[in-house]
């Protein structure tokens, strides 16, 4: 199954094969790619350049293009998809890749196979999630980032891991300067806030500005402000380096996690 997203709209090519649900965008922009995908009503765009498929939409769009017999296939699809960590916990959405074709942008991708034992493999290792923050003329911009870690303690230095495709990192990275923020147990539907692409991110959401002047969010588990030391190219995300400035944690607020592609919180152990 293909999903075609053009300058003209999104279709479905072989609609009756489950096997390999993807997506393939003539569009040379990610912007034209998200705001499509919202036309349609079939998802969005992540800041590292998946697509996140809603499954009602999707089903009703290849309903009309598959045999009769598509839905214990479907069922068994989504079955597999939520195994291998693809699907959020309520099944609502479903991960899927990007591939660009028909330009110029010059990007490559491992093989499916490849790609597809990567995201498994790695997806069991069990992390916190954060959301990178700044602020520059035209006003705060951010985005979830699973991709970090404290990096040295003397000096302080954290790694953040931005996605290449991430249309918020330019503008945080011209300041010289971002936050992160780590997210609470409360805050996942703020993490899919700043997943989205060409949205509002900001909207309704509650935060103060640090010490630097970038978005310090409310309710979340800490703050690490930092200068930018150096940006280098790892593959499709950039490696980024930062020279803590200020800190802070609320030591009372369980953190968000994220394993295998769903979100969960700490459990009581007895």
């Not at 900001?202 to 409310?218: D, E, H, K, M, N």
Request: hydrophobic share 40%; with cysteine.
């Amino acid at each position: 199954m293909i999903i075609d997203i053009s300058p003209i709209g999104v279709a479905v090519r072989e609609g009756g094969d489950l096997t390999r649900l993807h997506v393939e965008s003539t569009n040379p922009h990610a912007a034209a790619d998200s705001e499509q995908l919202r036309i349609a009503g079939l998802g969005y765009l992540t800041d590292d350049g998946a697509v996140m498929l809603e499954v009602g939409a999707l089903y009703r769009m290849v309903s009309t293009v598959a045999d009769p017999d598509i839905l214990p296939r479907w069922d068994a699809m989504l079955n597999d998809a939520q195994h291998k960590g693809w699907t959020d916990a309520e099944r609502r959405f479903v991960r899927t890749r990007l591939q660009r074709v028909g330009t110029d942008s010059g990007n490559t991708s491992p093989s499916d196979a490849q790609a597809v034992r990567f995201r498994r493999v790695l997806g069991h290792f069990a992390s916190g999630v954060t959301v990178v923050t700044g602020s520059d003329s035209d006003g705060p911009a951010g985005f979830s980032c699973q991709s970090f870690s404290s990096l040295s303690l003397n000096p302080p230095m954290v790694l953040i891991l931005p996605g290449r495709s991430s249309t918020s990192w330019p503008r945080i990275q011209a300041t010289g300067r971002f936050c992160v923020n780590i997210l609470s147990a409360d805050q996942e539907a703020l993490a899919r806030q700043f997943a989205l692409s060409g949205v509002d991110k900001f909207a309704g959401v509650q935060w103060s500005r640090g010490v630097l002047g970038a978005p310090c969010l409310t309710g979340a588990c800490a703050w690490i402000e930092c200068e930018i030391n150096s940006v280098r190219t790892g593959g499709d995300h950039l490696i980024v380096l930062g020279d803590v400035r200020a800190l802070e944690a609320a030591h009372d607020v369980e953190p968000l996690l994220f394993h295998r592609g769903q979100f969960g919180r700490l459990a009581a152990v007895s």
